[in-house]
């Protein structure tokens, strides 16, 4: 097999006296896609900000295609090749539509302050190559409709695929989603539960997930880990997973013989 991506190597996080993640070994293989469950509380979305450098590991190693960056800055993660989407929404909600995919896109611009500045020929042309590719990706999303509406303006579902879209146009090559079907109806979880493997195959991107829904989870991840409280309890398909007796245990909150 060949080595992966990312690889989370015995990172912990603790805050004063509470232990949050414990050692946790955790890798992500180019297209993978990849699942994290546990209880509320297992530390989940620490794992997140910690591969995003919001938080830094108090121990172990973060290391992205042989690169350590345990001390790298979001937006330098970001640029590495990382994204992400967060539990509670958090959108330019005063930006356009376009406006919140132009700007993710503009990371990978290479034009001048000054060029912006005169609006020369490769500032007019980078623009217009941003603006088509924006529209393409709210076409996959199905919001090239609502490209000038206000992002608070759109309805709940559509603000959560809006964030992923905005995710997407840094163009990376791990795109980390953090409860992307929350507060979605039935409906809108199974368009999303489609959407995700279709993202990773058409962006050849590998995908982690933190997800509550566990229909959702069994569909599309190919390997799930499993935490609570901090550690790591399983770690499998979603087949291996459903059967395990730890994971019952952690979920029913009772000793299964």
Not at 89 to 118: C, E, P, W
Not at 143 to 170: C, M, S, V
Request: proline fraction near 4%; aromatic fraction near 8%.
């Amino acid at each position: 097999m060949s080595a992966p991506i990312l690889h989370a190597n015995n990172i912990t996080m603790k805050f004063g006296g509470l232990v949050a993640v414990d050692q946790l070994n955790l890798k992500v293989f180019k297209n993978d896609l990849v699942g994290i469950i546990g209880p509320n509380g297992a530390g989940k979305t620490t794992v997140f900000n910690m591969i995003t450098g919001i938080y830094t590991p108090s121990d172990g190693e973060i290391i992205l295609e042989k690169r350590n960056i345990n001390t790298e800055r979001p937006y330098a993660i970001s640029q590495l090749g990382i994204s992400r989407t967060f539990q509670n929404i958090r959108l330019f909600k005063d930006l356009s539509v376009i406006d919140n995919i132009r700007l993710a896109g503009h990371q990978g611009l290479t034009y001048s302050a000054m060029s912006s500045i005169i609006r020369s020929k490769s500032f007019k042309t980078a623009e217009k190559k941003l603006t088509e590719e924006a529209i393409d990706l709210l076409k996959i999303f199905k919001l090239e409709n609502k490209k000038d509406f206000l992002a608070k303006n759109l309805p709940y579902g559509e603000q959560r695929r809006l964030e992923i879209a905005r995710a997407l146009a840094t163009g990376p090559q791990l795109l980390l989603l953090d409860e992307p079907a929350a507060g979605m109806n039935p409906n809108e979880t199974n368009e999303l539960s489609e959407l995700i493997g279709w993202l990773r195959d058409y962006f050849k991107i590998a995908i982690l997930l933190i997800e509550h829904d566990m229909g959702l989870v069994m569909n599309v991840c190919e390997r799930i880990y499993v935490l609570d409280y901090g550690k790591l309890i399983a770690h499998g398909t979603p087949g291996e997973i459903q059967n395990n007796p730890k994971v019952i245990e952690a979920y029913l909150g009772t000793e299964v013989d």
